[in-house]
T-cell receptor
Framework: SQTIHQWPATLVQPVGSPLSLECTVE??????LYWYRQAAGRGLQLLFY??????ISSEVPQNLSASRPQDRQFILSSKKLLLSDSGFYLC????????????FGPGTRLLVL | SQQGEEDPQALSIQEGENATMNCSYK?????LQWYRQNSGRGLVHLIL?????REKHSGRLRVTLDTSKKSSSLLITASRAADTASYFC????????????FGQGTRLTINP
């Protein structure tokens, strides 16, 4: 069966510090991968998605970047965090076939102080 | 603005009652999905309905889709305390069919 991992679960970082959040998927090949951000009590905002290694599409211009160095690894990064980067970050994958269901990881709660 | 808008934003009912949540969207879609999120957790897929379908069932869940009105509803029958969560609709667009656009969600509370 397929599983998706995200770490860390919680992160507190000072303004101006770098960020690296990692997401890995097991049990599938060539998945579509997604990064979302969720503000408290709100819906999900799609940040980045990837249909293959090295292929990244950005949905919202911002302080963040994403990379996909391996087929089942998706990394969200920032060189200098802003207060507004605080939120709940969710990684998801989909089979990239006619099954368009997305499967979510447990999320990373980021607090920038 | 968001493609999907849920209504109501919050709903509180007694255990055993039925809960109905609605979702409206703006553009043509390929499919519409409903997800559940327990507090502080990731989202869990509940059900997917395609644009050529009008109704779908899964256990105590019933989803309808009216493409002429660009709306969908999620009915949870015989609610349980464990159904307490936020529920989101997400639309798969015809353009960029691999992406989903999520609404703001309905916060459902089931009172024992």
């Amino acid at each position: 069966s397929q599983t998706i991992h995200q770490w860390p679960a919680t992160l507190v970082q000072p303004v101006g510090s770098p960020l690296s959040l990692e997401c890995t998927v097991e049990g599938t090949s060539n998945p579509n991968l997604y990064w979302y951000r969720q503000a408290a009590g709100r819906g999900l905002q799609l940040l980045f998605y990837s249909v293959g290694i090295g292929q990244i599409s950005s949905e919202v211009p911002q302080n963040l970047s994403a990379s996909r160095p391996q087929d089942r690894q998706f990394i969200l990064s920032s060189k200098k965090l802003l207060l507004s980067d605080s939120g709940f970050y969710l990684c998801a994958w989909s089979p990239g076939t006619s099954d368009e269901t997305q499967y979510f990881g447990p999320g990373t709660r980021l607090l920038v102080l | 603005s968001q493609q999907g808008e849920e209504d109501p934003q919050a709903l509180s009912i007694q255990e055993g009652e039925n809960a109905t949540m609605n979702c409206s969207y703006k553009t043509s879609i390929n499919n519409l999905q409903w997800y559940r999120q327990n507090s502080g957790r990731g989202l869990v897929h509940l059900i997917l309905i395609r644009s050529n379908e009008r109704e779908k069932h899964s256990g105590r869940l019933r989803v309808t889709l009216d493409t002429s009105k660009k709306s969908s509803s999620l009915l949870i029958t015989a609610s349980r305390a464990a159904d307490t969560a936020s529920y989101f609709c997400a639309t798969g667009l015809i353009q960029g069919a691999q992406k989903l656009v999520f609404g703001q969600g309905t916060r459902l509370t089931i009172n024992p």
